[in-house]
């Protein structure tokens, strides 16, 4: 398992490069008003995707940003409904694994009902492959990486998405997500595969970063993420900071109409 990333390590490397300051306000900038809103930080599953770094990460921000934050490593959490209904925000990392039909069921509520769900990589897009239900709430499933960590360009496909906004194109060294995604979710970033590793997907362009609604909640998700220390680059992080706190607006902030098919009806 890969060593936490340092949150002053970080902040340093994004400072160095004139980023951490002006991405960090971007991110504020989503949230209207992140104090006393509730927040769920699930982890677990398999232990190649850096829960345990990535909570480390993650909680310490998510505080600072003025959330209360609820810690847990069960998926018990999600059959508490007094808890459940209590939230604005689930934040999800736990590849693979199982899920009971009542917890599956507790959360799906949860989230239909206005409560916001946001991850990445893995965490979110690999959870629970026996669950189409769940599957059919995140928007996409993870079915392959070619070549595994490799190089990889990041496309930003929609600049004027608040999320998206001020970011260019960037480049990742880490596994290259192949899903199958929902074609109807808000596309806001992709990456076009080679034949390098796959030659019969040569060219396709498939989603990294989306946002969706399931029911009143909305959903974020980011393919990035596979260690922790891909959150180093600034671009990655900023990203899903910003996709975070637009999830964690489900309750309090109109959502427009996402719905926008890739095949639409002719």
Not at 73 to 90: F, I
Not at 128 to 156: E, S
């Amino acid at each position: 398992m890969s060593e936490p990333v340092n949150r002053r390590q970080f902040i340093g490397k994004t400072a160095a490069l004139g980023l951490g300051s002006a991405l960090a306000g971007m991110a504020r900038a989503q949230s209207s008003d992140s104090k006393s809103k509730k927040v769920l930080f699930v982890y677990g599953g398999w232990e190649g995707h850096d829960p345990v770094p990535c909570r480390d990460l993650f909680v310490p921000w998510l505080k600072s940003e003025g959330f209360e934050v609820i810690v847990s490593d069960t998926l018990e959490s999600y059959t508490d409904k007094a808890l459940m209904d209590s939230l604005d925000l689930v934040v999800q990392v736990w590849t693979m694994g199982e899920i009971s039909k009542e917890q599956s069921k507790g959360l799906r509520a949860a989230i239909s009902s206005g409560v916001g769900l946001a991850g990445w990589h893995g965490g979110l897009g690999d959870s629970f492959r026996q669950d189409v239900g769940y599957q059919y709430m995140v928007g996409g499933q993870w079915v392959a990486h070619p070549g595994g960590v490799i190089d990889y360009r990041v496309n930003i496909t929609d600049h004027e998405d608040p999320i998206t906004e001020g970011l260019d194109d960037f480049d990742m060294h880490s596994e290259q997500y192949y899903m199958h995604v929902d074609p109807n979710n808000k596309v806001l970033a992709t990456t076009r595969f080679s034949d390098e590793h796959d030659p019969w997907v040569n060219g396709c362009v498939i989603p990294v970063v989306w946002k969706k609604v399931y029911g009143k909640g909305r959903v974020f998700y980011t393919s990035l993420g596979h260690k922790a220390i891909d959150f180093e680059v600034p671009e990655a992080f900023t990203l899903t900071q910003r996709g975070i706190l637009w999830a964690s607006e489900s309750k309090h902030a109109h959502t427009p109409n996402l719905v926008s098919p890739a095949h639409p009806v002719i």
